[in-house]
C-alpha cells in the first residue's frame, strides 16, 4: 500500500512540473527571447519564399496557415539586419512594408536585382511579389525583380544537404539560420547600443550643423543632389564617431531645411524626418 502511495506523489510531483512548465516557465522564456529567436516549429509551416538580393541579403520567409510570416530563416550574414525586428507573426503585407524599409536604411535596394523563389503556394509568392514592387515603387527604389519557383529538395541539393523530407530539410535550414542568428547576438553583447535618446540628440546636432552652413553661406536654395556639404560628412557626436548613413539626406528651399537623417548601430536603426524646422520632426521616414 505505501509503495502504491509513493508511486501515486511521484507522479502527482511530474505532473504538477509539467503543468508549471508549460504555464509558467516555457511562456516566460519564450515572452523574454527576440522575434527571430523562436524555436521553430513544424506544425506550424505552410509554405516558403526566398528572397535573393544582389550582393546582398539573402532569407527564406516561412509563412504559416494564417498567411503571417511565422518566422525568417536567415541565409547569409547580410541578412542579419532582419534579426529581432518583431516581423515574424506580421501580415505579409505588414511584414513585406517592414522589411523593404529595412534594407532600404541599409543601402541592400539601389539599383539591385532581386530573387523571388516560391518553394510552395503560388498565390502566397505572387502576394509577396506584388507587394515588394508596390514599395519600391512607393519609395522610388528602381530594382528588376526576377521570380522562380523551385522545390525543397532542390534547395536542398545546393547546399549539400543529405535530407530529402521536406520536415528534415527545413530543420537543416533553421540550424544554419540559427548559427547566423548566434553570431549576431555574440557581435553584438561586444559593442554599446545606441539609445533612442541619443539618437535623436545626435540627429538634432546634425540638422543643427545643417543650419549653421546654410546660414554661414547664406543659401536659400539647395537641391537633394548637391554634394556642396554632403549630410554623411556631418558628425553628430563630439568625438566624431556617429555619422548619418548613406541613406540620409537633405535639401534646401526658401531657407528652409528638409531632411531625412537615420543612424544605425549594430541592429539598431533610427530614422527622423525634419520638414524645415527642428521643431517639425517626426519618427521615420519622410513620406
Known sequence: MNKILFIVEVVGIIIAIIVVLI???????????GSSEKLFIYGNYKTSVEVKIESGSEFLLIINEKNQIYQIFFENEQSTILVNKN??????????????????????????????????????????????NEELMKNNKTCSIETQTSTLQEKAQSLNIEATEQEQILWSLYEISYEYLNNVETSTNEVSTLTTEQAISYMDNIYQKLQTYMINKNIANQSRDDLSMPIQYIPGDNNNE???????????????????????????????????SLEEKKEGMCT
Do not use: M, R
Open 87 to 132: 516581423i515574424e507573426t506580421k501580415s505579409i503585407t505588414d511584414g513585406i512594408t517592414e522589411i523593404v524599409q529595412i534594407l532600404i536604411h541599409n543601402n541592400e535596394l539601389e539599383n539591385k536585382k532581386i530573387t523571388i523563389v516560391n518553394y510552395g503556394e503560388e498565390e502566397i509568392s505572387n502576394q509577396i511579389v506584388t507587394k515588394f
Open 23 to 33: 504555464v509558467k516557465v516555457i511562456p516566460e522564456y519564450e515572452s523574454s527571447l
Open 242 to 276: 556617429v555619422y548619418p548613413t548613406s541613406s540620409s539626406w537633405y535639401y534646401i528651399e526658401n531657407y528652409k531645411i528638409y531632411a531625412e537623417i537615420t543612424l544605425s548601430e549594430g541592429l539598431n536603426n533610427y530614422t527622423y524626418c525634419y520638414n524645415g
